[in-house]
């Protein structure tokens, strides 16, 4: 028996000092060979004892059969790969670029407990783009079964959920309050992380499916969640954590102050990157802190670079305990951003017109675990100092969209504004499901998609007459 080599193969990508001058994604892929040599180091791992699936899938939250999607590409049949994969997951090209999947599946990998793990992220991704320049697989339209299923927000809870009733013979209608399906997949995450081509290549596959998308309709404001209980048999609610978060400190409300979530939805979805070809302006100073350690900081730090900025991440606790995967930590060091660590802000100081142009912070040494298990942040008392900054983006996390539970009394929420179900995704109001950041909080997309992919089974089993009560949190 060969060898079983002890690292992933590598994949090309961009030369940091290439990337930091475009807005291309940053890792190029494999070709059809890399791709063979990598999932030959696949084990085939079986269940353990007493498990259901291997240890890949099991850390996958839509549980893909990774053992034979891999072996398929290890044996060159790339469209038997993507059949396998889209079985349970119909955003393969999404997941395969932006899933945390060293915490998940790759982190159950056997392999990797004495070498690096098969790289199951990036053969997912590989094969995804094969079926993409060589057209999609549609698979055959079930019989209609005359029911209606409503999803509010496209995000990858909706599309998720939406595609899993789709292939099950249900009439989908998703409703999003943008312009652009997607959700945070097209106004939250960079282009050179996750182009929108790809997104909207995701989004065409799911109306193949027959599955509607009704955009610029703000349920809540457009149409009532009630109203919507009148035409529809069933309603998804996946509206996600679009409530930004702020710190409350002196001068936050100065010019120049943004939250990420507005900074990187001009940037993205409404391309003010582009100005004057897009006239939606951002000013973006000379000097840039983002303050926060997470994926979304790191993505508000490396767009700032690109647009030729001095950049600081400021975060309160070291690179230990940063929420953000470590490849993104590694690339934003490569492209120039400067991590103050133990260290957070404490008041803006601004100018005379009101724009932003000092930053006072505060540095910490870590205490005793919190807890989130990370070691809490203790100021040390004395050791403020000022840093001259014409631009901050607040990035330390998001909260959930109040607009749906607001407009709907009979919907019950929980003291921090997610929306309460039961185990199967079941709300308060009968024939309603909710999923993904609307019921976790700021979380991940692969996370979304698994609650997506759990709320239509139950809508199913409900539907179809399988499952007659409804069991709820307030039951």
């Known amino acids: 028996m060969a060898k079983i080599r002890e690292k992933k193969v590598p994949m090309p990508e961009q030369p940091p000092e290439e990337r930091i001058k475009n807005f291309k994604e940053v890792p190029l892929g494999y070709t059809p060979e890399m791709a063979m040599e990598e999932a030959s180091r696949c084990l085939q791992c079986k269940p353990r ?75 997912e991704r590989f094969a995804a783009d094969y079926e993409r320049t060589r057209g999609l697989i549609i698979p055959e339209k079930p019989t209609p079964n005359g029911k209606k299923v409503a999803i509010i927000g496209s995000g990858p809870a909706g599309l998720t959920a939406a595609a899993d009733l789709a292939k099950k013979g249900y009439d989908v209608t998703v409703f999003e309050a943008l312009h652009e399906a997607g959700g945070v997949l097209v106004y939250g995450i960079p282009e050179f992380r996750l182009p929108k081509e790809i997104v ?116 309160r606790r070291t690179e230990a305990e940063m929420p953000a995967r470590k490849e993104e930590i590694e690339r934003a060091k490569e492209e120039g951003v400067e991590f103050l660590l133990l260290t957070a802000p404490t ?71 997610t929306i309460e179900v039961d185990e199967e995704l079941r709300t308060s109001l009968e024939k309603v499901w909710a999923g993904g950041d609307i019921v976790r909080g700021d979380s991940t997309v692969i996370l979304a998609m698994g609650d997506g992919r759990k709320a239509s089974l139950s809508i199913d089993k409900y539907l179809s007459g399988n499952d007659k009560t409804w069991r709820t949190v307030t039951q």
């Open 49 to 123: 004892k007493g498990k259901e699936f291997p240890p890949c899938v099991e850390g996958c939250p839509v549980n893909v059969d990774i053992p034979g999607f891999i072996k398929a590409i290890k044996e060159g049949r790339f469209d038997d790969a993507i059949r396998i994969i889209k079985d349970k997951n119909s955003l393969p090209a999404i997941t395969g670029r932006v899933c945390p999947y060293e915490n998940q599946c790759e982190g159950a990998c056997t392999l990797g407990k004495k070498n690096e793990p098969v790289g199951i992220g990036r053969l």
């Open 200 to 315: 909207k290549a995701e989004v065409e596959y799911i109306r193949s499916l027959g599955v509607k998308i009704m955009t610029d309709v703000v349920v809540g404001k457009t149409v009532t969640l009630e109203e919507l209980l009148k035409e529809y048999d069933a309603i998804f609610i996946g509206t996600g954590a679009g409530l930004p978060n702020f710190m409350n400190i002196p001068g936050e409300n100065l010019n120049g102050i943004y939250s990420a979530n507005e900074f990187l939805t001009r940037l993205n979805l409404m391309r003010a990157y582009d100005f004057p070809n897009y006239d939606t302006p951002i000013k973006v100073g000379e000097r840039v802190a983002v303050i926060g350690g997470g994926n979304v900081a790191m993505d508000c730090a490396r767009w700032a670079r690109r647009l030729g900025k001095k950049v600081y991440i400021v975060y």
């Open 347 to 417: 008041r803006y100081i601004g100018n005379e017109k009101g724009w932003v142009k000092q930053m006072e912070c505060i540095k910490f040494e870590l205490g005793e675990p919190d807890a989130s298990g990370r070691r809490r942040p203790v100021p040390i008392k004395g050791s403020e100092f000022i840093m001259d900054i014409d631009t901050v983006v607040v990035a330390i996390g998001q909260s959930p969209n109040p607009l749906v539970p607001q407009t709907t009394p009979r919907l019950k929420t929980t003291k921090w504004g």
